[in-house]
């Protein structure tokens, strides 16, 4: 089994494993684990798959990503309520989920064009986009929202891979590399928040006051 193929079935598992326990909070039956469960581990594949024009995407190809989501979805389902920080466990496998699938990302983006910049683009579309559905089904402030650094640990990482790739660097190398990079910026995010600078400037008018405005011209 390739380093690639043990990444991408790890990176299912744990995300399929953060939409199940999105579902343990909703406190949801079993088919809503399993399905949060497989809309989280297969999302961001299946958009990735999608856009470089890979079809039937990779679970219709092999039924085991299937299997994999249905399988963590069952386990969380019987082991959640033993767990007592599960939003604290939540995140912490979505740190470990988004930095094996931004490598995963890379790599596939990378091997279908050749193109760095479509390479990372793919590693945080593929690390980032099942946690958004996840979040947005959960009823959850979504990835994209929060303070801390998330995408842009997704874009490191791949950027990370993708430089050591150019490099001559073995894929083991580069995808290692690229794993480090992209837990320890999320990791760092989680523990010590660390942010991006946020835009400040003064707040924009009212709507009813512009649309005034708009009016005397």
Request: net charge positive; charged share 15%; hydrophobic share 50%.
């Amino acid at each position: 089994m390739s380093l690639l193929m043990i990444l991408d079935y790890a990176g299912i598992a744990v995300f399929a494993a953060t939409g199940a326990l999105a579902a343990s909070r909703k406190e949801l039956d079993l088919i809503g684990f399993l399905f949060f469960a497989a809309v989280t581990g297969l999302g961001g594949g299946t958009v990735r798959d999608i856009i470089l024009g890979r079809t039937p995407v990779f679970w219709v190809l092999d039924p085991t990503y299937i299997l994999i989501c249905v399988v963590t979805g069952v386990l969380v389902y019987l082991t959640a309520h033993r767990v007592e920080w599960r939003y604290r466990l939540l995140i912490w496998l979505d740190a470990v989920g988004l930095a094996a699938y931004t490598v995963l990302g890379a790599a596939k983006g990378l091997a279908a064009t050749g193109s760095p910049t479509i390479a990372i683009i793919t590693g945080a579309l593929t690390a980032a986009f099942g946690g958004i559905l996840r979040d947005l089904l959960a009823n959850e402030p979504s990835v994209l929202l929060r303070s801390e650094i998330y995408i842009t640990a997704a874009i490191a990482g791949a950027g990370a891979f993708t430089a050591a790739q150019a490099l001559g660097f073995p894929q083991y190398v580069s995808s290692g590399f690229g794993v480090c990079v992209a837990f320890a910026l999320r990791g760092g995010a989680i523990h010590y928040g660390w942010t991006l600078p946020r835009y400040k400037s003064r707040p924009g008018r009212p709507a009813d006051e512009a649309l005034k405005g708009k009016a005397k011209d």
